[in-house]
């Protein structure tokens, strides 16, 4: 699967793309994430991606040719092929991203996802090139970099070989919390003197069934969440 990410900064994405679990799935050849930079689809001296907003206001607006020039660059590659594509614009009036939808989104070959900056994109990018927008989440955000990244990591899960052994443990039995070594800590506060942090017992009876029961207890099924479905700590 192949990720595009169209930025201005495409540097800001580089190191988390080359790290742990999506630098690997590079490596293997499983996904490829692919920093497209709009100012190379530009024709003037300044490399000018952006420019002020109709009707006044102080931020500036990316402009849609650019945007557009690199989509097109893309889909002339697969112009040919059967490939599943799908243009996507981080916007903060988008779809909510969850976990359903990054399971949706990994049924595509190939994503091309637009960063916006400033004070947003020009809408027709919205209307006319984009197949969907997205919203991470109720805030906003300087860039639509954080977001590309926060999709291609969620979305990269579900692509088969990925996670390697801990192949989706989570799809099977949800999340739960999890303890590693130390088995006790001592925790020391000022002048209410020392806890012992200990770990729950039935995970260290060796008994898969025991285990099994406990994650179940306490973990959350993360593929199911919907409003009917509490999410731990919520009353
Ligand atoms: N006044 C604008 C601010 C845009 S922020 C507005 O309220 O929409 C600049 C860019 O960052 C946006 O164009 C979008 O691409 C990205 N962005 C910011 N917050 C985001 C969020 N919560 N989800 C997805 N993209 C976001």
Redesign the pocket.
Known sequence: MRFNIITTIPESCAVYAESSMLGRAQKKKIIKINPINPRDFTNDKHKTVDDKAYGGGPGMVLKIEPIYKAVQSVKRKTKNKKTKHRVI??????KLFTQKEAKRLAKYDELTLI???????DERVAKYIADEE????E??????EL?ALVVTDAVARHIKGVLGKEASLEEVKGSYPVYTRPETFRLNVKGQGSNVLRVPKALLTGNHKQIEAWRRKHGKNVPNINANNKTRGQK
Do not use: D, H, K, Q
């Open positions: 614009l981080f916007s903060t009036r988008g960063c916006g900056r400033y004070e947003g994109v997205i919203s991470i989440g805030y906003v955000l300087s860039g639509g977001p």
